[in-house]
């Protein structure tokens, strides 16, 4: 039972490129998230996703965009990436319950220079 | 949405000693309070969490943490830190709305 799964776990990006970070859970979650982390600034969500085939805009999505493939995966991209989207990026689900707990990924972390 | 303040941005501790890490948040008619813990270059892990009913709440690792509605407060605590407690800790809160709004942490740095 791996939980929740993403890769890649670090990359480096030039200015401009663009790039997917893959996302799967095998914790039957029918939501799922992706957020960012920076030193002070805590967690940050950039989107979600409630259910299959649904997705929302969270806190900071602009640059990004996400699918939610079926309801084991949730990918992010960065179609043109930017120095400012330099940060610890973690995926996570839940059941979409509030009170539930949320489980999270191990992380990847992102440089673009 | 929630808001959710960490008073403290670090807190150095010696081994053996207690720690108290203090989180308030934005007033709401019901919330639901976390507090994850991230050790280094991983993932966030849930400690313990309030959902309803007693107000102070035992979480993993000998963590416990005491809900206040009227000073809208959720601080933790642990009466004798190891080493192995060094890490980021994080507050987060839902209302209705179920998704989490977090804290922006607290590290914590236990040393011998």
């Known amino acids: 039972n791996a939980g929740v799964t993403q890769t890649p776990k670090f990359q480096v990006l030039k200015t401009g490129q663009s790039m997917t970070l893959q996302c799967a859970q095998d914790?039957?979650?029918?939501?799922m998230y992706w957020y960012r982390q920076d030193p002070g600034m805590g967690l940050r969500l950039i989107y979600y996703?409630?259910?299959?085939?649904?997705?929302d805009k969270g806190e900071v999505p602009n640059g990004y965009n996400v699918s939610r493939l079926n309801k084991r995966e949730f990918s992010l991209r960065l179609e043109s990436a930017a120095p400012s989207q330099t940060s610890v990026y973690f995926c996570?689900?839940?059941?979409?319950?509030?009170?539930?707990?949320?489980?999270f990924g191990e992380g990847s972390w992102l440089t673009v220079v | 949405a929630q808001s959710v303040t960490q008073l403290d941005s670090q807190v150095p501790v010696f081994e053996e000693a207690p720690v108290e890490l203090r989180c308030n948040y934005s007033?709401?008619?019901?919330?639901?309070l976390f507090w994850y813990v991230q050790y280094p270059n991983q993932g966030l892990q849930l400690l313990l969490k309030?959902?309803?009913?007693?107000?102070l709440v035992k979480g993993i690792n000998g963590f416990e943490a005491e809900f206040n509605k009227s000073q809208t407060s959720f601080h933790l605590r642990k009466p004798s830190v190891h080493i192995s407690d060094t890490a980021e800790y994080f507050c987060?809160?839902?209302?209705?709305?179920?998704?989490?709004?977090f804290g922006a942490g607290t590290t914590v740095t236990v040393r011998a």
């Open positions: 996570a689900g839940d059941q979409g319950v509030s009170g539930n707990t949320i489980y």
């Open positions: 914790m039957n979650h029918n939501s």
């Open positions: 996703s409630a259910s299959e085939g649904t997705t």
């Open positions: 007033s709401s008619v019901s919330v639901y």
């Open positions: 309030y959902l309803s009913g007693s107000t």
């Open positions: 987060a809160v839902s209302d209705s709305d179920y998704k989490l709004s």
